[in-house]
């Protein structure tokens, strides 16, 4: 039995917690990125607190990260990094409302509209999400405890399967540099077997 408040007991669970990671469904997500990449279709990501830090940080590792010299680039835009646009929508009109905003005037049809949220019920995530499927848009989230409303309105939804909050948000990031390091491994790869195949 664990012992309840101590370093050790936290990281027991959290790594009782990732053996039960969903991880057929993380790879559907890496292969539905890839395939925006592709594409050049936009990816939005978007979260509150801990969550708007994380979809900063993918939205730097998928912009940057993935470039290995190549000139194409992933399509990739936070909608937590306007700080002024969120705050006049957060004060003129409502905060339930400031990712939805945002996503209007750029969404469309077969883009990705990526939600991360613990629980899985912030009101912004779940109004930017039915806007993004009024719009046709693919939608992926990145959940904890069962999903919350989140789930329902995501084409594809990655769910930590626990219900305390400080492991959910480890595993949203170690989820997201999962996707990061697989993407940028296959696009490394496609690069290596075109130059073999230009020098043969």
Known sequence: MLEIGNAQSYFARLSQTVRRLPFETIDSVCDLLLDAYDNGRM?????????????????CDLGKGTING??????VLALTD???????????????????????????????AFAISGSGNSKNVLNALKLAREARATTVGLAGYQGGGMKDLCD??????????QI????????????????????SAEDRSKFAFQGM
Request: contains cysteine.
């Open 43 to 59: 990816i939005y990501l978007f979260g509150n607190g801990g969550s708007a830090a994380l979809a900063s940080h993918f939205a």
């Open 70 to 75: 190549s000139k194409k680039r992933f399509r």
């Open 82 to 112: 306007n700080v002024p646009l969120m705050t006049a929508w957060a004060n003129d009109s409502r905060y339930e409302d400031i990712f939805a905003e945002q996503l209007a005037n750029f969404v469309r049809e077969d883009d990705i």
């Open 156 to 165: 594809i939804c990655m769910v930590v399967p626990s219900d305390n909050m």
């Open 168 to 187: 959910i948000e480890d595993l949203h990031l170690c989820v997201a540099h999962a996707l990061f390091n697989a993407i940028r491994q296959k696009l």
